[in-house]
């Protein structure tokens, strides 16, 4: 069965650093591109990053770029988000997801899976 499912997240304090890991399954993941979402407590979820299937190119929404970068292992079946000098607005449940060709956009409507999430917060 396909499956995406997220790990990495947890408790850290502002300016601090996680990797998110991004496990793929039941699914050649070097057709397809990958993006990194988040949604806050009673906020819209929202593209992160995005990947195409072999790492040529790569998005960024504004609020993380310099501080956030996504990379992939496809022998591994894995998408990485590395989180740099995190802050109290990055906190937020992080998912991955499969767009269904290989494009890379930071818009929701057209990813067809979805990952679990993993809870991110960053506090004091």
């Known amino acids: 069965q396909l499956q995406l499912v997220e790990s990495g997240g947890g408790l850290v304090q502002p300016g601090g650093s996680l990797r998110l890991s991004c496990a793929a399954s039941?699914?050649?993941?070097?057709?397809?591109?990958i993006g990194w979402f988040r949604q806050a407590p009673g906020k819209e979820r929202e593209g992160v990053s995005c990947i195409t299937a072999n790492g040529g190119r790569t998005n960024y929404a504004d609020s993380v770029k310099g501080r956030f970068t996504i990379s992939r292992d496809n022998a591994k079946e894995m998408v990485y988000l590395q989180m740099n000098s995190l802050k109290a607005e990055d906190t937020a449940i992080y998912y991955c997801?499969?767009?269904?060709?290989?494009?890379?956009?930071?818009?929701?409507?057209?990813?067809?899976?979805w990952g679990q999430g993993t809870q991110v917060t960053v506090s004091s």
């Open positions: 039941g699914f050649p993941l070097n057709y397809y591109a």
């Open positions: 997801a499969r767009y269904p060709v290989n494009r890379c956009v930071l818009s929701l409507g057209s990813y067809d899976y």
